[in-house]
């Protein structure tokens, strides 16, 4: 810091301009600080808030396998609300997509028996014919007798239900291009290598559970 001499700057001598000068010469550090403005306390987003409630009444919750597993939930949910609105959109429910797409990823010539769809998609024989009956009379499937054995029945997609299986398959793929477009194709790996090894454990401690690798081809 500068030392100014008393007698150099007494009130009769010391003008406008040298005191200008003088104040110029401060530096930063001998001017009074400024109070920085306070920030904005920043709002939870309505999972922190959840996750905040769980850890207020569970002290020994993990926060972020919360939010992995919450987010999972979360997204989950609206997966599932997201392809509702596209079936019904194209005049089709959950229930009969699953039996067209049964159909379609068998191959050609998209045909099966009712005890193979009750089957693959864990439904009882009489759930089974009750759907198809519906589907029948919708145009979507046939049932005919099997040529090679007249005692067995086959189920085969229509015109009408493989357009409508096509539709569906457009707006869902359309709709999580969408959901993913702010990841980059290594973030897609990584989350999707990631995912699948979730998956795989849950298996492995859940043998008996749906939703199998192998179930969601």
């Not at 109070?35 to 922190?48: A, F, G």
């Not at 396998?65 to 979360?74: C, F, M, N, P, W």
């Not at 759907?131 to 029948?136: G, L, N, T, Y």
């Amino acid at each position: 810091m500068l030392k100014f001499r008393a007698k150099d700057y007494t009130t009769e001598n010391f003008d406008a301009n040298e005191r200008g000068g003088i104040l110029r010469t401060m530096s930063d550090s001998d001017a009074p600080a400024s109070n920085p403005e306070p920030t904005p306390t920043q709002e939870l987003s309505p999972l922190e808030e959840q996750i905040a409630l769980y850890q207020r009444e569970f002290h020994d919750l993990d926060p972020q396998v919360e939010q992995i597993v919450s987010a999972l939930s979360r997204l989950n949910r609206r997966m599932n609300v997201a392809y509702g609105r596209h079936l019904s959109d194209i005049g089709i429910n959950g229930t009969e997509w699953e039996v067209l797409k049964a159909l379609v990823l068998d191959g050609a010539p998209y045909r099966l028996g009712p005890g193979d769809l009750a089957k693959r998609l864990g439904l009882t024989p009489a759930a089974m014919t009750h759907r198809i009956d519906r589907m029948v009379a919708e145009g979507l499937v046939t049932r005919e007798r099997d040529e090679a054995n007249r005692v067995r029945v086959i189920v085969g997609i229509t015109e009408l239900g493989r357009e409508k299986w096509l539709a569906g398959m457009r707006l869902g793929t359309e709709w999580e291009e969408d959901l993913l477009q702010d990841l980059t194709p290594t973030e897609r790996t990584l989350l999707g290598e990631l995912l699948t090894r979730l998956l795989r454990r849950v298996e492995d401690a859940q043998p008996d559970a749906s939703g199998r690798l192998s179930d969601l081809e």
